[in-house]
Nanobody, 123 residues
Framework: VQLQASGGGLVQAGGSLRLSCAASGRSISTYPMAWARQAPGKERDFVAAVRYNGYSTTYADSVKGRFTISRDNAQNMVYLQMDSLKPEDTAVYYC?????????????????WGQGTQVTVSS
C-alpha cells in the first residue's frame, strides 16, 4: 500500500490544520491506520491511531483532546484534525498502515509509511 500525506503548513499557535492521507495500491479497510510525527533531533513517535473499522481510536497524551483521527475506507483516506496547535507540535507528520491496533499507542508498529508533511506552529 502506498500512502501520501498532505495538508501541512505554517500556522499560528492556537490554530488548526487538517492532514489528509491518501492510500493507493490496495484497500486500507483491513489496516489499523496511524499518524506519527518526528521533530528535529527526536525520534518518530505515534500520535494517533484508529481501528480498521473506525470504532476505536487512541492518542498520545500530548495530543489527547486536541487531535482527532478519522478514516473513510470507501475513499481510502485517513485524516488528522489538529486543533489548539502549540509550537511543540512542530514536526514532520507521517501516516502509516499499522501492523495491529493497540490502545497503548506506544506499542504500535508499522511496515507501510507515507512521505511526511511538515507542520510548523509559530508562537
Amino acid at each position: 500500500v502506498q500512502l501520501q500525506a498532505s495538508g501541512g503548513g505554517l500556522v499560528q499557535a492556537g490554530g488548526s490544520l487538517r492532514l489528509s492521507c491518501a492510500a493507493s495500491g490496495r484497500s486500507i479497510s483491513t489496516y489499523p491506520m496511524a499518524w506519527a510525527r518526528q521533530a528535529p533531533g527526536k525520534e518518530r513517535d505515534f500520535v494517533a491511531a484508529v481501528r480498521y473499522n473506525g470504532y476505536s481510536t487512541t492518542y498520545a497524551d500530548s495530543v489527547k483532546g486536541r487531535f482527532t483521527i478519522s478514516r473513510d475506507n470507501a475513499q481510502n483516506m485517513v485524516y488528522l484534525q489538529m486543533d489548539s496547535l502549540k509550537p511543540e507540535d512542530t514536526a514532520v507528520y507521517y501516516c502509516a498502515a499499522a501492523n495491529f491496533y493497540s490502545d497503548s499507542i506506544d506499542h504500535l508498529t508499522a511496515d507501510y509509511w507515507g512521505q511526511g508533511t511538515q507542520v510548523t506552529v509559530s508562537s
